[in-house]
């Protein structure tokens, strides 16, 4: 969705997708070069986290500034609310602007930790790296095959649960190239 309406971004990672593929099936290797489809997976992440909370328990009675958390409370982390503080991002926090990311995860904002689609510490998400791979092997496939834009039929309704998704899909026109 996010490269339907920025077809300068969907450009960019066609042209990158065919230079490093060569109309071959992507590979291990392959998906290492795409730094612009990184980029891009990256700033989606950040602006549509599909997890956008972690939780986690005290095991010890802590405090936090004048916040006292007990021994057995869960705290639960927003971070979407995270992803677009323009303290940490700039002014333009709400923008898709892969560009952020050119320097990676580190280069990207006031506080790089604050980065969270996978989660921290511990607890971080086990499938981190297959989900990047899954990510730029479909991204190369589709930029491959077709170009998109938004569907008139696209309806802007996110649901916010546990996960955070498009309440009635995303309708996308394809062309085949
Ligand atoms: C874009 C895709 C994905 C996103 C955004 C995502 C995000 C997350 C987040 C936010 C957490 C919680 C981390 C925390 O509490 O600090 C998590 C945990 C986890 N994820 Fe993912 N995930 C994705 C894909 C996957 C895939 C493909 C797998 C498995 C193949 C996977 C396996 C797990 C597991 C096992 C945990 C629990 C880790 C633990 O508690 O030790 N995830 N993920």
Redesign the pocket.
């Known amino acids: 969705m996010l490269l339907a309406i920025n077809p300068e971004w969907q450009t960019r990672a066609r042209e990158e997708v065919q230079e490093i593929c060569q109309g071959q099936m992507p590979d291990a290797d392959m998906i290492q070069k795409k730094k612009v489809l990184t980029m891009v997976i990256y700033e989606s ?1 950040r602006l549509y ?3 956008p909370l ?3 328990e005290s095991f010890e009675d802590l405090k936090f500034g004048n916040i006292n958390n007990p021994k057995g409370l869960n705290v639960w982390t927003m971070f979407l609310t995270l992803h677009y503080d323009q303290d940490i991002w700039g002014p333009d926090a709400h923008d898709f602007k892969p560009e952020r990311f050119a320097n990676g995860i580190s280069g990207s904002c006031k506080h790089p930790h604050v980065s ?13 790296h ?3 791979s ?2 730029k092997i479909l991204l190369s496939l589709l930029l491959s095959n077709f170009s998109f834009s938004l569907s008139p039929k696209y309806r802007d309704s996110l649901v916010l649960t546990v996960t955070f998704r498009p309440e009635h899909g995303v309708n996308l026109t394809m062309r085949k190239l």
């Open positions: 992440l986290p599909p997890a972690i939780s986690r969270l689609p996978f989660g921290a510490s511990a607890c971080i998400c086990l499938g981190q297959f989900a990047m899954e990510l």
